[in-house]
């Protein structure tokens, strides 16, 4: 059962443009919701992170929205660069099962120059 | 500081060998977590530890595998009679504390595992 479902898979846009990045969970028992971000060879690092008692949370050019009715939350970047190409991961914690992540498929995003 | 840093960065074995993947974790980090990433796939979460003892060992796919931190630092994932589904990138993570609140993981770059 896959329980933090992403899409899409990839994504392309210019520079300058915004890439969003959605995903949806199933157990409500979850309480924190990262986002990762992997470039090729490396392991995943911590991007942005939202509470669900939050409907949004902006780093930078990174932004989070969060549905907690909907059970959906997505990953929001603004001014999208050339360096952001990644692959990006959201993911779900549920504190009172332990630290393990449940990390959604991931979504290849390419900034075009 | 030094990351979390994983040995080797590349395996390559046979079907049926037995293999040895450790991870360095950050010094003074209590708790430890591998994850495997198939190809084009999220990491999936093996086992965790909190200090010496397996706290979780849930996602352990069968009784092939078998992970160990003796001296609360470094941990040593064991696979034994490889199978070619176990070809993936086994991550290693660590986080400050484990328990109450979530506590950034810290992922290595990993090991990447092929089983021929």
């Known amino acids: 059962q896959q329980q933090v479902k992403q899409s899409p898979q990839s994504l392309i846009v210019q520079k300058g443009g915004i890439s969003i990045i959605n995903c949806a969970y199933e157990n409500t028992a979850f309480d924190y919701f990262p986002w990762y971000q992997q470039f090729p060879g490396k392991g995943p690092a911590l991007l942005i992170a939202?509470?669900?008692?939050?409907s949004e949370k902006k780093e930078g050019r990174f932004t989070i929205s969060f549905n907690k009715s909907a059970k959906q939350f997505s990953l929001h970047i603004m001014d999208s660069q050339p360096g952001d190409s990644a692959t990006y991961f959201c993911a779900a914690f549920e504190e009172a099962a332990g630290n393990k992540l449940t990390f959604g498929g991931g979504t290849r995003v390419l900034v075009k120059p | 500081g030094a990351g979390v840093s994983q040995t080797p960065s590349n395996k390559v074995t046979e079907k049926g060998k037995y293999v040895e993947l450790r991870c360095d974790p950050i010094?003074?980090?209590?708790?430890l977590y591998w994850y495997r990433q198939s190809l084009g796939q999220g990491p999936e979460f093996l086992i965790y530890f909190q200090g010496t003892g397996a706290a979780d060992d849930s996602g352990l796919p069968n009784d092939r595998f078998f992970a160990v931190r003796p001296e609360g630092s470094v941990s040593t994932l064991k696979i034994q009679r490889t199978e070619r589904g176990d070809s993936a990138v086994y991550l290693c993570?660590?986080?400050?504390?484990?328990?109450?609140?979530?506590?950034?993981?810290?992922f290595g770059p990993g090991t990447r595992l092929t089983v021929l």
């Open positions: 010094s003074g980090h209590t708790a």
């Open positions: 939202i509470r669900p008692d939050v």
């Open positions: 993570a660590s986080s400050p504390i484990a328990g109450a609140g979530h506590n950034e993981q810290f």
